[in-house]
Nanobody, 121 residues
Framework: QVQLVESGGGLVQAGGSLRLSCAASGSIFSINAMGWYRQAPGKQRELVAAITSGAITNYADSVKGRFTISRDNAKNTVYLQMNSLKPEDTAVYYC???????????????WGQGTLVTVSS
């Protein structure tokens, strides 16, 4: 069993900053890519940012230059630093991880429960 627990969401004014965290726990052998997705009301879930175990990053065009993804492999944790937030960033943010789990050994795609980010204008 592998779980992802997110934290750091909340209400912020436009132009402000928030930092999301996502910690993986359980029967983990290794974690490959980790990422953040978001889903706004009435819209499909979309990729915000992703990072490989070797720290190669990928961002949605809408957040480039404003958001930064990072990870601490020793803590199995991924972060999303969000600066210059806009009302259109309002969404539920979900953490995602591609995990090689143990007992039994197998690959899993795991999702967090989501954390709400609300940006007021």
């Amino acid at each position: 069993q592998v779980q992802l627990v997110e934290s750091g969401g909340g209400l912020v004014q436009a132009g402000g900053s928030l930092r999301l965290s996502c910690a993986a726990s359980g029967s983990i052998f290794s974690i490959n890519a980790m990422g953040w997705y978001r889903q706004a009301p009435g819209k499909q879930r979309e990729l915000v940012a992703a990072i490989t175990s070797g720290a190669i990053t990928n961002y949605a065009d809408s957040v480039k230059g404003r958001f930064t993804i990072s990870r601490d492999n020793a803590k199995n944790t991924v972060y999303l630093q969000m600066n210059s937030l806009k009302p259109e960033d309002t969404a539920v943010y979900y953490c995602n991880a591609n995990v090689f789990a143990r007992n039994p050994y197998r690959y899993l795609e795991v999702w967090g429960q989501g954390t709400l980010v609300t940006v007021s204008s």
